[in-house]
């Protein structure tokens, strides 16, 4: 059966089973993630880092598996009405502020050492060939029409709002203005001839998909919010330019230079940009293919106020062009600062570039993990983010540290492990009057046990972007190691192994015993450092590196109890803190 836009329900089912296992399983092609591209109209603010977090860190978690690979784009969205009018404001050309301000995302992502292949500007010269391509390619199926337009459109979200979502209000100088009942931002009214796109004629087809690929959307809620809506409400067509003489900045419509393209139709085909279209695909008839070494499709990250454009206009305009659909829209909620909204009038945005300069890339980026959840907003406090960093010191750093004192010798513990000498352990714990036989077996149990499926665990979570609870699971492990070495007391075997009245089967036992619980826990810091290296890159290498655990053994290959029987030389050296406690920031 042939459904509307020239695709079999089959085509879709098997496209749909394919997309479905490649969320996970397909191997051979890279992960490829995206975050939105961020308007160039002013500074970045957290929302963005956030953004760009989730896909940094699910990109690194991806390579953490030496067998995968993962492509992360990000960038900014220069065009637009918006930036247009942000530049005439500042007196600037729109060139000469997209330049500046784009500038300024980048050493945000550099400071926050997020890892992107290629920040994508949609002004770069490959976009602009993309999306003329687009336009033209399916101009030519006859999907474009020209037609008059009348409607409500707000600059800020560079969108027409339908009359029923438009009120009344009166702004901040005490003039009558007409908003958007849920953005709040200001709409004006504008009728003008315009190119449209058949949107509507591809409603069905886009219901059909979704309704086969439960996960084409998360988290569910909001997949069933777009499904609700496509089913409630017909699609009407989407305007896709404006006239060149109300927006200048802007791509030229193929052949008419009287219209630009409007600036969203452009901004979502730079992911698409970015996977080479349509040189690196292959046409098959009326359909592009991606092959195995190509990233596409995508798994997009987007925040929830960006979710029909990603749910509903980019997968029509891939339908209309032939191309495969996303693999997945990852949703997020937004942070709140200090319990509302950000915005400049309140005075709570929080800048990401001078909370990096007051407490560093790892807690930032570690905070903005621990505390948030893709379902719903969260909540940006300067005391729970100092709480949260003092934790991660006292917890997690101190846990490294104590380990490598200058008490231990983590470098003969794991030989004395590759030597196989701690065969037999139970027995000499059991045997030991100094420590309490049954509870320390039962906790070094247990903690071997939590190491070895520590990464597992962790995999499950990051996967459905769920950071916060992979990072739970994660000091679960930290807790347990901190328990086990706070209760074996390695410490404690010091003055016997000197003690010349022992007898030497004595002393060995005791050696062993320290060097034993030296041994786990240093796994326990050796282990818990590569599966948290996606989150907090550079803490965990400074750690790994104090451990002199081998740059190709931070992989998930390592990380299990055992499996690494060469690192520890001069960790117990003397050394520099990780990292250092800074007192809580007063004024942001
Ligand atoms: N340019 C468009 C996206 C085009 S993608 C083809 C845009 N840009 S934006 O700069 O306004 O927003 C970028 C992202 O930041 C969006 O995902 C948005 O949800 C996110 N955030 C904006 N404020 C936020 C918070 N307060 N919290 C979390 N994310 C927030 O939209």
């Known amino acids: 059966m042939i459904v509307r836009g020239g695709y079999t329900i089959s085509y879709l089912r098997a496209v749909g089973r394919t997309s479905l296992n490649a969320i996970r399983h397909n191997s051979t092609k890279p992960f490829y993630v995206t975050s939105p591209i961020f308007y160039v109209n002013a500074s970045p603010h957290l929302g963005h880092a956030y953004s760009m977090l989730l896909c940094d860190t699910r990109s690194r978690w991806e390579k953490l598996d030496p067998s995968k690979k993962s492509y992360f784009l990000t960038g900014t969205d220069e065009h637009g009405l918006k930036i247009q009018a942000a530049a005439e404001n500042r007196g600037m050309e729109p060139k000469q502020l997209v330049d500046e301000v784009s500038e300024n995302f980048k050493v945000l992502a550099t400071k926050l050492n997020f890892d992107y292949d290629r920040f994508m500007r949609t002004t770069d010269k490959d976009h602009v060939e993309t999306v003329n391509y687009f336009w033209k390619a399916i101009e030519s199926k006859g999907l474009i029409y020209q037609g008059s337009h009348s409607g409500w459109y707000s600059v800020s979200d560079e969108t027409f709002y339908p009359e029923n979502q438009i009120e009344e209000a009166t702004n901040k100088e005490g003039k009558t203005i007409m908003r958007c009942k849920e953005s709040r931002s200001e709409v004006v009214f504008q009728e003008e001839t315009n190119y449209f796109f058949k949107l509507s004629e591809f409603q069905d087809q886009l219901i059909e998909y979704i309704e086969s690929h439960p996960k084409f959307i998360i988290p569910h809620q909001k997949y069933q919010e777009v499904l609700r809506d496509l089913k409630q409400n017909k699609l009407t067509d989407l305007s896709i330019s404006r006239p060149s003489s109300r927006l200048k900045w802007s791509i030229e419509v193929p052949n008419d230079p009287s219209q630009k393209?409007?600036?969203?139709?452009?901004?979502?085909?730079?992911?698409?940009?970015?996977?080479?279209?349509?040189?690196?695909f292959e046409k098959h008839g009326e359909k592009y293919v991606s092959?195995?070494?190509?990233?596409?499709?995508?798994?997009?990250?987007?925040?929830?106020?960006?979710?029909?454009?990603?749910?509903?206009?980019?997968?029509?305009?891939?339908?209309?062009?032939?191309?495969?659909l996303p693999r997945q829209v990852v949703v997020h909620a937004h942070w709140l600062s200090e319990?509302?909204?950000?915005?400049?009038?309140?005075g709570n945005v929080v800048d990401p570039v001078a909370t990096y300069e007051h407490y560093g890339e790892d807690a930032l980026r570690f905070f903005l993990s621990e505390y948030s959840n893709i379902e719903s907003?969260?909540?940006?406090?300067?005391?729970?983010?100092?709480?949260?960093?003092?934790?991660?010191?006292?917890?997690?750093?101190n846990l490294v540290t104590?380990?490598?004192?200058?008490?231990?010798?983590?470098?003969?513990?794991?030989?004395?492990?590759?030597?196989?000498?701690?065969?037999?352990?139970?027995?000499?714990?059991?045997?030991?009057?100094?420590?309490?036989?049954?509870?320390?077996?039962r906790l070094?149990?247990?903690?071997?046990?939590?190491?070895?499926?520590?990464?597992?665990?962790?995999?499950?979570?990051?996967?459905?972007?769920?950071h916060m609870k992979a990072i739970q699971e994660w000091w679960k492990a930290i807790d347990c190691a901190n328990l086990f070495?706070?209760?074996?007391?390695?410490?404690?075997?010091?003055k016997l192994i000197k003690d010349t009245t022992l007898s030497e089967e004595d002393t060995n036992n005791y050696k062993l015993l320290q060097n034993y619980f030296v041994y786990l826990a240093a796994e326990s810091s050796r282990i818990c450092s590569i599966v948290i290296s996606p989150v907090i890159p550079s803490l965990s290498d400074k750690i790994l590196t104090r451990l002199a655990?081998?740059?190709?053994?931070?992989?998930?290959?390592y990380t299990k109890v055992g499996t690494d029987h060469d690192y520890g030389v001069n960790a117990n050296s003397k050394h520099e803190n990780p990292i250092q406690r800074v007192p809580i920031r007063t004024s942001v």
């Open 261 to 280: 393209i409007y600036v969203w139709f452009d901004a979502l085909i730079n992911y698409i940009t970015a996977a080479g279209f349509p040189a690196k």
């Open 291 to 324: 092959g195995n070494d190509n990233i596409w499709p995508a798994t997009h990250v987007v925040g929830k106020d960006i979710i029909k454009f990603h749910c509903v206009y980019w997968p029509i305009m891939l339908m209309a062009i032939g191309a495969e």
């Open 339 to 346: 319990g509302f909204k950000m915005s400049k009038s309140l």
């Open 377 to 397: 907003d969260c909540n940006f406090s300067e005391e729970s983010f100092s709480d949260t960093r003092d934790t991660l010191i006292s917890k997690y750093a």
């Open 402 to 441: 104590r380990v490598s004192g200058a008490k231990f010798n983590i470098e003969e513990s794991v030989k004395f492990n590759q030597e196989s000498r701690f065969e037999g352990i139970d027995e000499v714990i059991t045997n030991s009057a100094l420590v309490q036989a049954p509870e320390i077996i």
């Open 444 to 466: 070094k149990n247990e903690l071997i046990s939590t190491m070895n499926q520590l990464y597992q665990v962790m995999d499950d979570r990051f996967v459905n972007f769920e």
């Open 485 to 494: 070495f706070q209760r074996a007391e390695p410490w404690a075997y010091n």
């Open 549 to 557: 655990v081998k740059k190709d053994h931070r992989s998930k290959h």
